[in-house]
Each structure stands twice: as structure tokens, then as C-alpha cells.
């Protein structure tokens, strides 16, 4: 207890102190990009600038959380430390430039990469193997923790992201402790987080749990589309050989969309999430983030999936209170975190999200559409190197031990 207070204590540490930098620096990133929007036409100049500086240092971490998650199911070599540079510094020329992408990923990357250096200090064999593990995971938890301010949840994205269908008990520990640490040390450097309203309570009724499971059967197939589309893409533009063009071509495409289109689906896009909850939108804003995410992320640019996944669940939950018979801030947020549930194939981390995020009032609601909405995604998801530990369903067939990526 006493050596996993002071290990996961020094990992929260450094994971709260690198998310509460990024973040503050995102916020100052954004708010340029939104004063200049002629920012947006060196979209493709900025991808260059990522391309490059990945094919000089970061041949070996261009996997991102995919290499964090390989560590944890096979180690091998430690993470280089200069991915924390690499993630930080293209993330942010993305979002600097309108790319659509989010940030969890820059967290969780800097939180792993940074918890793997504390495996110096372990003694060697066998121990220092189990040991690593552990700290790979305690610093995925952190870093996700720490950039969306719920412990809790980072607690259990660690300990349910790279195993699908199970969880690794002996981490509960370090994973709870950095996640906590990491949050406290964050709001400790003054860095806030988006403040979402509160679900109101809503009566159990048959109506409201059909309503629920429809809606969280969309949310599962929105998820599933966006992973699917986002892996082809990827592999589209893996077609050019020479890497740093991906981007180039990719960040034409997306500025030309976004000229079209507008801004709006640029960046993070807080306020349109938070719109989402306030007022019914049209279906229009769901699938023109989706797509340019996709594009975003398929092409090279750095950042994360998971806020515009946030984007994508909540808008697309707001149209539906068009058809379904919910208040629409509570699709909006079944939404939020049904999309994310099912795209990242960590159900119960997205409940405890919910109940941080939107209070516990409507805590089964929230919790069926996660659940549905996992089911639903079936055995595709956004993190390739996911290992397959229980199926979904029998009739999904035999597939324990694959990755996602070998489907």
C-alpha cells in the first residue's frame, strides 16, 4: 500500500502537471484561432510541420495510445519520453489551425509515456515487468482523469480500455490513486473544466426505457461508423508513401469542408456540446463532425477522439428528441457518453463519466445507453491494439485474444 501511494502519487503528479500545461495552452491556442480565422487555410502547412517532426523522432510513437496499450499487453521497450513533445507540440498545431480532433489522447499518451520512466526506478526481472504494467495503466488513468477533471472515470478508463470484456484487478489501486492525484494536481494549478447542467430526475417508465433503448442501439451504430470510418481512412491515406504529405493532403480537404461548412465543427467544440443540452439541433451537426474528425484524424493530425466523440453523441442525442419522447438534454447527454461508450468499448468508465459530468438523477438512463450502445458498436472500436478478452454476444462468434485491428 505504502509503495503504490508513493508510486501512483508521483505519476498522478507528473500527469496533472503536463494535462494542466496542455490544457492551459489549448485554451490560449483556441481563442487565437477563433479571433484569426484565416488561421484556417495553414491547415495543411501545420500538418506538414507534423509529418515531418513524426518521421524525423517519432517513427516508433506515431501509434499513440495503440503503442501504450501494446506495452501493456506485450512490454517490451520503454516509451520514449520524446512522445511527450511530439503528441503536445502536434496537437496543438492542429487545434491552432481548425483541425477537428480532440485532447484525451495528448493527456493519456503524456500520462503513460510519463509513468513509464518511474519503471527505472523498479528492480529488474519479472517484478519490474508486472510492475510496469501497472504503471502503463495507472498512467492512462491519470491523464484521462486529469484533462476532463472525473477521477473516477479515468479511474476506470485505464482499467477497462485495453481489455475488452475484462478488467485487471490488481491495478484498481494505482489506477484510483494516480486518477485522483491527478486531478486534485490539476485543479491545484488553477485549470477548470467545462461545467455541464445537471440531469434532471425523470420517472422510470416503459415509454422512456424503449425510448432509451432505441436511442442507445443509434449511439452504438454512430460509434461504430465513426471507427470504421476513421480505420479506412487511415488506411486510404496510408497509400502515400511519403508520410508527412498525408497530412497535407488531409488538411486540405478538411479546410476546404470547414470554409463550406463553418467553423463550427472545428477544434473541440465545446460550445456546440454545450448548446446540445440547451435547445434541440439539426442532425446535420453530428454527421458533419464525424466526418471531418475522421478526415482529421485519419490523414495524421494529433490529438484525441474522444471530445469530438462527446460532440458527435451529444448532437446527435439533441436531434433525436425530435422523434423520441425524452427531454433533449437527457439524449443529449445519453449521448455524450453512449457514442464514447461504444467507440471506445469502455462501458462502465462513461457511466461514472455520466454521473460526474450530469449528477446521478439520471443515472439509469445514462447507464442503458451505455451499455446498448457497446453492445451495439459490435468488435469495432477507435483503439486498434483493444485484445478481444470476452465477446460481446455469442453470436459475434470466437474471437478472444485478437486485437481490434486484426478483425
Partial sequence: ????????????????????????????????????PWALALLPLGGLAVGLAYQRFGNRVVKGNNLILDEIHAPSDR?????????LGGTLLTHLFGGSAGREGTAVQMGGALADQLG?????????????????????????????????????????????????????????????????????WGVGHTAYPELAALPLTATGLAATLLAGALFGLAARAFATLTHALSRLFGRLRYAPLRPVVGGVVVALLLWAVGTRYA????????????????GQDFAWKLLLTALTLGAGYKGGEVTPLFF??????????????????????????????????????CLLMGLELFGSHAGVYLGLACVVAYLFSGHRGIYSSQVIGQVKHPLLGRQHGRKLGEL
Fill in 267 to 282: 477544434g473541440l467544440g465545446v460550445p456546440v456540446i454545450v448548446e446540445a443540452f440547451q435547445h434541440q439541433l439539426g
Fill in 120 to 188: 527505472h526506478w523498479l528492480p529488474a526481472g519479472l517484478r519490474l515487468r508486472r510492475d510496469r504494467r501497472l504503471l502503463l495503466i495507472a498512467g492512462m488513468s491519470a491523464g484521462f482523469a486529469s484533462v476532463f477533471g472525473t477521477p473516477l472515470a479515468g479511474a476506470v478508463f485505464g482499467l477497462e480500455v485495453f481489455l475488452l470484456g475484462g478488467v485487471r484487478y490488481e491495478a484498481i489501486l494505482p489506477s484510483f490513486l494516480a486518477a485522483v492525484v491527478a486531478d486534485v494536481v490539476t485543479r491545484a
Fill in 1 to 36: 500500500m505504502g509503495r503504490w501511494l508513493v508510486l501512483a502519487g508521483l505519476v498522478g503528479l507528473l500527469a496533472g502537471t503536463a494535462s494542466a500545461g496542455f490544457l492551459v495552452t489549448l485554451e490560449w491556442v483556441t481563442a487565437w484561432r477563433e479571433a484569426h
Fill in 79 to 87: 516509451i520514449p519520453l520524446r512522445l511527450v513533445p511530439l503528441v
Fill in 312 to 349: 458527435i453523441g451529444a448532437t446527435l442525442g439533441s436531434a433525436l428528441a425530435g422523434v423520441l419522447p425524452l427531454p433533449v438534454a437527457l439524449l443529449a447527454g445519453m449521448g455524450f457518453v453512449g457514442v464514447f461508450a461504444g467507440a471506445a468499448n469502455t462501458p462502465l468508465a
